[in-house]
């Protein structure tokens, strides 16, 4: 489960909604309880897909490492990720899967249409290594 408070939880869909069409990208930062992931804070990033912006998206590792940082900082760890899909809906793709490699974190997927953030979807990646990993729904609890 990934629970959320409102303030963050409209940050990540507005953010959707300002970088549309293309996607936007951020990551959740807080700590585990028991086994929900509880958000503190969200960081936004640039999304460095030139390529396809509007259906890729990729957080440069640097800034992913000062985000990691910055949040261990402030006794914060990563718990997640998420990003927009404009268009389309908030399921993950195949590209999704194979471009998630942190086990045991949250990736959360918010379907933007027409400019307007509609559904938000999380999901667990589950696994323990590439050739097992899968996503998985998990209740996205917005407190
Ligand atoms: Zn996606």
Redesign the pocket.
Known sequence: MLKINKTEFDSLRRHGEETYPH?CCGVLLGQMDGDARVVTSVARCGNTRKDSPQ???NIDPAELVRIQREGRGRGEDIVGFY?S?PD?PAQ??A??LAEAHWFGCSYV?TSVEKGKAVLTNSFELAGSEEKDKRLMDEKIEVV
Do not use: F, L
Request: hydrophobic content about 15%; overall charge negative; glycine content about 0%.
């Open positions: 996607e259906n890729r998206y990003h899909h389309h993950w793709s590209t999704d997927i």
